[in-house]
């Protein structure tokens, strides 16, 4: 199953410029996750965001979380070309006992 | 941090025969570990949930008796492709959690690269 939507898809931008990408989801949760993968490897977590908290951050991160309206968005400020990779949104889901991932934005930063 | 260890990266089998990946948590003990597919330019899609000395639970479609799924210890889970056919060929992801409460960080393997000729 999966429980997250991300928008968009794909995303290309310059160096230096920021990314917002977007991640909207189905039923209640606990806590969202963002993670990044780079191609062909395995993931990287980058933060946590619980349900009764509304922002995070963590360097260039930026992460808030909506539950009345199910999203969340993860902004990425002063991109760098090794910013490129996908990104994750990830909610837990069946009383907390597991994570579905969302479908991905795949970041493109140009140098 | 935590790390996972998966074993192997990358494999290649011929048709019909059976692979099996093994997922280690190097400085943890794990008591739950999960199993992912991930297809090119995809998701993540779980496959299963495993917790030491039981049965995993399977997601819906995906068919217990072709993914077997052992997870013996607290540091070990392996999953084992049965009479693995072309459509298998995958990214498989196993990750490992202290506690079943998703509050716990889950910390990803590497990944193994299946490909089934």
């Known amino acids: 199953s999966q429980q997250g939507e991300e928008d968009p898809q794909a995303l290309s931008i310059q160096e230096g410029e920021n990314a917002t990408m977007n991640c909207s989801y189905k039923t209640s949760i606990n806590n969202l996750q963002w993670y990044r993968q780079n191609s062909g490897r395995g993931l990287v977590h980058l933060i946590l965001?619980?349900?009764?908290?509304r922002e995070k951050h963590s360097g260039r991160l930026r992460v808030t979380l909506d539950t009345s309206k199910k999203s969340s968005s993860l902004l990425i400020t002063a991109s760098r070309a090794a910013d490129t990779a996908s990104y994750f949104c990830a909610t837990d889901e069946g009383g907390g006992f597991k994570t579905i991932f969302g479908a991905g934005t795949r970041l493109f930063v140009k140098a | 941090g935590a790390v996972v260890s998966q074993h192997p990266s990358r494999v290649i089998c011929k048709s019909g025969t059976s692979v099996k990946i093994e997922c280690r948590s190097l400085?943890?003990?794990?008591?739950?570990m999960f199993w992912y597919r991930q297809f090119p330019k995809q998701s993540l899609m779980l496959m299963a949930t495993s917790n030491e000395g039981s049965k995993a639970t399977y997601e819906q479609g995906v068919e217990k008796d072709k993914f077997l799924i052992n997870h013996a210890s607290l540091t070990l889970s392996t999953l084992t492709v049965t009479s693995a056919h072309p459509e298998d060929s995958s990214f498989y992801i196993c990750?490992?959690?202290?506690?079943?409460?998703?509050?716990?960080?889950?910390?990803f393997g590497p990944g193994t690269r299946l490909t089934v000729l």
């Open positions: 990750s490992a959690r202290l506690s079943s409460r998703a509050t716990d960080t889950q910390y």
């Open positions: 965001i619980r349900s009764n908290e």
């Open positions: 400085d943890f003990q794990a008591t739950t």
